[in-house]
Every structure is written in structure tokens, then in C-alpha cells.
């Protein structure tokens, strides 16, 4: 996803790359990511802001363990990224993979 959102930066608002027109499906892509849309109860949103202070204090090893298991789960995904071809202890010391985790 975060390399859908890193295209969608370089381009104006709702248009296609190639043709600068109106692009429908990624402006519904930009309006279902938008955090502001989201209806969450008040109880859901206590328990994001509780859960989400452990993640905080560690945020690169837990984004490596998170990257891990999508490449576990979907291994085509791994392809987008320039470390594709590690695993392992390269994957996980590798510069680019714990700079993304951390992200």
C-alpha cells in the first residue's frame, strides 16, 4: 500500500498518470485510505491509542516483524520492494527493509 500512496503523491488530485484526466478509481482509492473517514466508536478509538504505545517504543522491529509476515503470507508483494532477493538475516539488517519498517 505504501507504494499506492507514494505514486498517488506525485500526481494532482484525481487524475490519470498519462493523460492528466479524471482518474475515478483512484480518487476512491485516496477517499477509502483517509483515516478522517473512518467511524470508530469512542471504545475502538481508546483502545488504538492504548494499543498503539508498545508499538511506539519499538517501531523498527516491530515493522520488520509486520513486513515479514506479508512477505510470509504474500510473497509476490516482496517483488515491489529492492530488497526482494534477501532473506533472512540480510533481509533483516539490510538498510532499505529497516528504514521501510520504520516508516
Known amino acids: 500500500m505504501g507504494s ?3 505514486a498517488a503523491k506525485h ?7 498519462s493523460s492528466g484526466k479524471k482518474d475515478p ?5 485516496k477517499k477509502q485510505l483517509r483515516m478522517d473517514t473512518l467511524i470508530l466508536s ?3 478509538k481508546v483502545l488504538i491509542k492504548k494499543t ?3 508499538v511506539q517504543k519499538d ?3 516491530i515493522g520488520k516483524l509486520v513486513f515479514a509476515r506479508i512477505f510470509e503470507a504474500k510473497p509476490e508483494i516482496k ?8 532473506e533472512g538475516e540480510q533481509l533483516m539488517s539490510h538498510q532499505a527493509f529497516v528504514n521501510h519498517a520504520y516508516r
Request: hydrophobic share 35%.
Open 4 to 6: 499506492v500512496l507514494a
Open 11 to 17: 500526481r494532482s488530485p484525481g487524475s490519470c498518470r
Open 52 to 54: 498503539w504505545k508498545p
Open 25 to 29: 478509481y483512484r480518487h476512491d482509492l
Open 59 to 61: 517501531m523498527t522491529n
Open 42 to 44: 469512542e471504545s475502538q
Open 79 to 86: 517483488a515491489l520492494f529492492p530488497f526482494k532477493d534477501l
